[in-house]
Nanobody
Framework: QVQLVESGGGLVQPGGSLRLSCVAS????????MGWYRQAPGKQRELVAI???????NYAGSVKGRFTISRGNAKNTVYLQADSLKPEDTAVYYC??????????WGKGTLVNVSS
């Protein structure tokens, strides 16, 4: 089982920036993807960005060019740099750990509120 702890959410004005962090602990396989998903009120959870063990990244069209996902040197940490934030980015952001074999793990989420 992998435990995930997110941090870095908060209230930010439109056009501002936030950096979300997620630290994974527990039994971590050598090959896995990590990513960020978000769920806005009344909407389904959606993919924001993922990064593979080899460093390949993929982004939702709505955040491409504004958000950047990256891994820390320890490889068990993933970051999401969110720039040029818009009110529609308001959501609870969840960290995801996806091994090649096994089940996904999810963090409890961190709230990002973009409002003036």
């Amino acid at each position: 089982q992998v435990q995930l702890v997110e941090s870095g959410g908060g209230l930010v004005q439109p056009g501002g920036s936030l950096r979300l962090s997620c630290v994974a602990s527990g039994t971590i396989s050598s090959i896995y993807n990590m990513g960020w998903y978000r769920q806005a009120p009344g909407k389904q959870r959606e993919l924001v960005a993922i990064i593979t063990s080899s460093g390949r990244t993929n982004y939702a069209g709505s955040v491409k060019g504004r958000f950047t996902i990256s891994r820390g040197n320890a490889k068990n940490t993933v970051y999401l740099q969110a720039d040029s934030l818009k009110p529609e980015d308001t959501a609870v952001y969840y960290c995801n750990f996806r091994p090649v074999i096994g089940v996904d793990s999810w963090g409890k989420g961190t709230l990002v509120n973009v409002s003036s």
